[in-house]
């Protein structure tokens, strides 16, 4: 109890909220072909301040240009714990500046509230992670085993940042990770998985006039379309019910024929192909397979009822399932006497309604992840997107206590 007060003492507020503005003004929204447009500066920020502050440091390119950023404290000997903060750099993107009422890469401080892109999602949980783990070299509190601070690309798009970081022999020894992503700093136990299918649909070309002399793939798209309500009806019985979490759903997203590269679209030409995203929820309960087996049904039925089209699916990244952890795993016991002693009020639990790099971590290492971050979870992508000052500074302390309970165990 003495080291946390002492390490408490290293949370400055001023200093967390300062330190996510400095981060928000960086503009890191990727962009491809603009070499500018990345999360390097942002990462070189990162790796800067945790040189400055004594950690180990470890910079890996996650793809050309686009570099995680690793730093740690404290060594690990077998049986002994280490635990991640994980954080993303890059952000979406701004929009349209016009509409927003404080330029998005200002982080104005109004009100008590720091406004602009990445506010929330997630310089502000970035920041406060980097303060939080800084507060045991401050203090000079060493901790049993290794605490790991995580700053990684890429999260908004493919994941290419965690699914790097999965890969390499710091990440392989973890034992537990807080996702710092913007939950009200509330305890997440549950995130839904993500499977987006694309469904191809190839015919033969032919006049619009004469559609006898085709074979029009967009009837087949049509079968496949037919089949969605069942899909969902069928994935909610599978799927286990969650306390936290809406159940499956599975939403159309992108239609096109002739898809893009392949031909152009003209009024009177039947296309040679078709092809329909399908994004797919999911709540625990089913895995790989299983999701395999019911999207391999929906693609029977329609060429069923469809013999001159050929129907085909494939997903278009890996699977990213639902996840989940027990409240009786250490991290959560942690997490939850820590939120007690950071704030004097009980945890409160709840599920992210999307994934995170938490998802890849969780399914590529088997640990159990948390999520728990400042900001609102409805915020992000938004225009004038914000985030509480107040709420950093809890989080700083949260990730504090959290660490200290985890690791002292
Ligand atoms: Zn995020």
Not at 23 to 47: H, N, Q
Not at 390 to 398: L, T
Request: glycine fraction near 8%; include cysteine.
């Amino acid at each position: 109890m003495a080291a946390l007060a002492q390490l408490l003492t290293h949370v400055d507020a001023e200093e967390v909220v300062e330190l996510t503005r400095a981060l928000c003004r960086i503009p890191s929204v990727y962009r491809p072909g603009d070499p500018d447009a990345t999360e390097a500066r942002v990462a070189a920020f990162v790796e800067t301040w945790l040189r400055r502050e004594g950690f180990h440091v470890e910079v890996h390119e996650a793809a050309p240009g686009r570099p995680n950023v690793i730093g740690w404290i404290g060594e690990t000997a077998p049986g002994q714990r280490a635990l991640l903060l994980e954080g993303h750099t890059d952000v979406v993107t701004e929009g349209d500046p016009s509409e927003w009422s404080w330029p998005p890469f200002a982080a104005e401080l109004v009100n008590g509230r720091i406004y602009g892109r990445g506010a929330a999602d997630m310089k502000s949980g970035l920041a406060a992670a980097m303060v939080a783990a800084a507060a045991f070299k401050r203090a000079g509190v060493t901790p049993r085993g290794k605490l790991v601070l995580a700053a990684l690309a890429d999260e908004e798009d493919h994941m290419l940042g965690v699914r790097h970081f999965v890969t390499t022999p710091i990440a392989r020894e973890l034992t537990a990770a807080i996702i710092c992503e913007p939950e009200d700093n509330e305890l997440c136990l549950e995130q839904r998985g993500v499977v987006w299918a694309r469904f191809t649909v190839r015919g033969r070309m032919a006049h619009g006039a004469m559609p006898e002399a085709g074979a029009n793939p967009i009837h087949g798209l049509g079968r496949v379309l037919r089949e969605v309500p069942a899909l969902e009806r069928r994935l909610r019985r599978r799927c286990e019910r969650s306390r936290y979490l809406r159940p499956p759903t599975v939403t159309p997203t992108i239609i096109q024929s002739p898809p893009r590269g392949i031909g152009v679209p003209q009024s009177n030409v039947i296309p040679a192909q078709a092809e329909m995203t399908l994004d797919i929820r999911l709540t625990a309960g089913i895995d790989g397979e299983g999701v395999r087996a019911e999207l391999e049904q929906v693609r029977a039925r329609a060429a069923e009822a469809s013999p001159d089209l050929k129907i085909e699916w494939e997903p278009v990244n890996p699977f990213r399932l639902a996840t989940r952890v027990d409240r009786s795993e250490a991290l959560v016991q942690a997490m939850g006497r820590g939120v007690r002693q950071a704030t004097g009020r009980a945890a409160k639990y709840g599920g992210v309604p999307g994934s995170t790099d938490g998802t890849i971590l969780r399914m590529e290492l088997g640990i159990p992840i948390v999520t728990c971050g400042p900001g609102n979870r409805l915020i992000p992508h938004q225009v004038n997107e914000y985030v509480e000052a107040s709420q950093i500074i809890e989080a700083a302390r949260i990730y504090v206590a959290s660490a200290l309970n985890y690791l002292e165990a």
